[in-house]
Every structure is written in C-alpha cells, then in structure tokens.
C-alpha cells in the first residue's frame, strides 16, 4: 500500500498520502539539503556570522556549491542553499517583498516579519496546486533594532524557528550532531565577535571533516556596531591561522 501510495500521492502538491504525508514538500527539503552547498550561521552576543562553502567534492571533481547570499539593507541579511535556479527565483522574491513593503509604508520591514511574509508564501505553495515549491532552504540574519542580533532559518515548507546556531545545505545533519554532541549552543550567545567567527569557522571544518582555505569559503559578519562586512582573503587567512593554533594547543 505505502509503495503505490507513493507513486498515487507524489503527482500534486496538495495531496495528502494515507500515512498523511506530502511527498512534493519532502523532495524539496531532499533537493535542498542535496544540491545545495553547506552555510553555518552563528550568532554571539553582539555579533552574527556566516559562512558558505563555496566547494563541493563529487569524486575526484570539485565543483562550485549552489549557494547565494546577499545584503537586504546595511544590517541584515539573507543566505540561500538550494537548487540553482530557484536561489535566484527566491532571491527576487525576498527583495521584491523588502521593496513593496518599503514603498507601501516608509519603512524598512523587520527581519521576522520579512521571514513570516515569506513562510506566508511558501506554505501557499504547499496548499494551491499551481507551481512546485522551490528546493531552497533559508537563514535570515541581521540586526533588529528591539531584539538585537536575530537568526532564522526557513525550510522549502514554509516552517521557520529563530537560532543561536544553525546550518543547511549537504552537511547540515553533521553539524547538528557535532553540537549535540559537545553541548555548544548553550554558550554560543556569549561569544564576543572575534570568538564567533572563530568558531563558526570552526564548525564549518567538523561538518566537512576537512581543514578550510580561504579561497574555499565565503564569510558575512554583522555586528551592533558595523554594517554587514564580507571578510577578505586575508583576513579569513588570519582567522584560520588563528584557528589552527588553538587547535594544536588544545591538541585536536
């Protein structure tokens, strides 16, 4: 019953199969944690940073991960993992959502609403049958003038949760282990910024089990006090050096 309820139930969005699932919104989440390259957001105490794995190995290849991430204004954000043609699908839509609420009334919509808005529209896609749900998972990160920094993530379903940390994309799963396992994320929210972009790098490498370049990797910091920043090579070289002499003190 469950093998040709699958293959009865998968045709429409909006159709449940008798053990009540929608298999159209799981073969997004699977095409987003498959096709997109792997981005870890950390927020400290004043600070939020975020990193992307810009490569991806498949066999002997390494190919370019499918991943984007851009500035909504001077103090928040948004980084996209998914399949390529829907990153810039969602893309549009985050931006063309900021500006019509932006002309409509004067101001700047908050980062939560922005995210509700969005949710809004993706949990329509799983209710009209009229277009597929895009393959993309989301983290909207940035500075809120009431909540301070704030970080959320939202899945192709439409269901978004606020973080201290957070990760999508292939090796997502690993780094939720990696935390539960060492009991990190009661901690994070005290990180200074130096410290959070430290060990935002640092999380990158458990998940990958690799060690990092700075060629391989893209990073986004916002604070309290400084707009959004894309680091340089050179200054992801001098954290990852930095990193490497912790490791070999602690002895890791």
């Known amino acids: 019953m469950e093998k040709n309820s699958k293959f009865v139930f998968d045709k429409n969005i909006n159709s449940f199969s008798p053990e009540g699932r929608l298999y159209q919104v799981e073969y997004s989440i699977k095409a987003s944690e498959i096709s997109g390259s792997t981005c870890i957001a950390t927020k400290g105490f004043d600070t939020i940073c975020v990193i992307e794995d ?4 498949s066999g002997d290849e390494t190919i370019t991960g499918d991943s984007i991430s851009f500035g909504i204004n001077n103090y928040s954000g948004c980084v996209c993992s998914g399949i390529h043609g829907d990153l810039n699908f969602l893309k549009s839509e985050i931006i063309e959502e900021f500006c019509k609420f932006y002309q409509k009334n004067g101001f700047e919509i908050s980062l939560d609403q922005l995210a509700n808005t ?5 949990q329509v896609l799983t209710q009209q049958a009229f277009t597929r749900i895009p393959a993309v998972k989301t983290i909207f990160f940035g500075i809120d003038n009431e909540i301070g920094p704030l970080l959320l993530k939202m899945d192709p379903s439409g269901y978004f949760s606020s973080y201290s940390c957070c990760a999508i994309g292939e090796k ?16 994070i929210k005290y990180f200074s910024r130096e410290k959070t972009i430290l060990n935002t790098v640092s999380f990158l490498e458990h998940a990958l089990k690799t060690d990092l370049k700075a060629t391989d990797v893209k990073i986004s910091v916002v604070s309290m006090k400084n707009k959004i920043q894309i680091l340089s090579l050179v200054e992801i ?16």
């Not at 810009?54 to 190995?57: E, H, L, R």
């Not at 070289?237 to 890791?252: A, H, P, T, V």
């Open 54 to 57: 810009k490569k991806k190995n």
């Open 118 to 122: 969005m949710s809004m529209k993706n």
């Open 172 to 187: 997502a799963n690993d780094f939720i282990e990696y935390i539960q396992k060492n009991n990190i994320s009661s901690e």
């Open 237 to 252: 070289d001098n954290y990852l050096e930095k990193l490497k002499k912790i490791n070999q003190i602690i002895g890791i």
